[in-house]
DNA sequence: TCTTAATTAGACCACTTAGTCGGTCTTATT
DNA sequence: AATAAGACCGACTAAGTGGTCTAATTAAGA
């Protein structure tokens, strides 16, 4: 029991210290000595608890990035009101986090799914059905907003999730560059402009 | 000149094999040996006409990336019609291009972006100003067309050009994970539902 | 043809990488 | 206290890595 914990303990603190490290340089340019050295580890404990680079990896995309995703992404967009202010209201969010974030390097998902892209097929995998989760509950919370009538009926909500997503992953990596404050204003204000053309006109 | 031909010809047989390798593989996960073995050339070669790999890289973002984006994405929207229509034409010829490249990988830019950030400043800064000049151009051609009546005169040229570009390198890392053609055609039936938001309104 | 310079070959160096393995310490069980 | 299992250490290996250097080859000009 108490050992359980402290293996699970040591994982964690592997796992959090690797997402870090991968995130600020990315996967292939980080190694498993660079995640040892800054929690004074050794060798043989990464592959005690890991059996490959690889598996570690994944284990921190199954565990910490999954997490990261959902609660900043996807929970909040699973309310009953207008799915245009509530994703506006959900993407903001995640804008001004990166923006009071000092080392943003970019939205996690799509820094590691261009990274694997062609290599790692495998991993790649794993970081698109992230994707998936968050574009289903984009699509989901839309077609509710049709029964709803807060969003029009012949809108494409396959289309307008996919162009969503689009929108947040290349805002993203733009703010990582420099200048978050006004990028993040400029796309809110662009969604907005964006969603009211998706919204069911009064009648006249 | 028959020397500074040959000089030239094997420069670019480099950088054209680089590219290929480091668009297909990443820039830190190809190593100038790949390059070498795939052209049956020797290091003494490559260090002959390069000072080192980050040098090289630099040279090959701007004679050919720069080449790319130029001659895709900012050369047809010079025109002087309606910017909506030619800037939706010219992405939707590039995705048109991606749709049918069995390898493609995601936008060149994009994703050395991604790779580069934090990590390779310089090599960064080089490529940040590519998405510059585009976004310029992008600008410029929505400025021009407020006075010619295309463009109502309330938009916000450059977060509408943030917008597209943001949208563009979203979908472009959509389509490399497969779905290439579906994708793309939600894509510009999103973008024009957009700028449809950004035409200015009949009186009545 | 002889000389000189441009170009390429490839052995070599110092260093880093992911992963292995025998051993050690620590904790739980009896 | 004795035993066993869990957790970790760190030297080591084999395969790369970017980059250097000398020698060989090729082409140009006299």
């Known amino acids: 029991m108490e050992q359980t914990l402290k293996r699970l303990a040591t994982m964690q603190r592997l796992q959090v210290a690797g997402l870090e490290l991968f995130y600020q340089n990315?996967?292939?340019?980080?190694?498993?000595?660079?995640i040892l050295k800054k929690l004074d580890l050794s060798k043989g404990a990464f592959y005690y608890h890991f059996k490959s680079k690889e598996e570690f990896f994944i284990s921190i995309i199954q565990n910490l990035i999954v997490q990261k995703v959902y609660s900043a992404l996807v929970q909040?967009?699973?309310?009953?009101e207008d799915p245009f202010s509530i994703i506006e209201n959900s993407l903001d969010a995640s804008l001004e986090t990166a923006e009071h974030n000092f080392f943003d390097n970019g939205f996690v998902l799509s820094n590691f799914i261009?990274?694997?892209?062609?290599?790692d097929p495998e991993v790649n995998t794993y970081l698109?059905?992230?994707?998936?989760?968050?574009e289903v509950a984009l699509i989901t919370s839309l077609q509710k907003g049709k029964s709803d009538?807060?969003?029009?009926?012949?809108?494409?909500?396959?289309?307008?999730a996919a162009y969503v997503i689009s929108a947040y992953i290349?805002?993203?990596?733009?703010?990582?560059?420099?200048?978050a404050k006004n990028l993040r204003y400029k796309f809110v204000q662009q969604l907005r402009a964006y969603f009211r053309s998706l919204v069911p006109q009064a009648i006249h």
């Open 149 to 160: 009538g807060y969003v029009a009926r012949h809108v494409d909500s396959d289309g307008v």
């Open 76 to 80: 909040p967009i699973e309310g009953k």
């Open 170 to 179: 290349g805002i993203r990596l733009q703010m990582a560059s420099g200048n």
């Open 26 to 34: 990315g996967y292939h340019n980080t190694s498993v000595d660079d």
């Open 114 to 119: 261009a990274e694997t892209q062609g290599k």
């Open 128 to 134: 698109n059905d992230i994707l998936k989760i968050w």
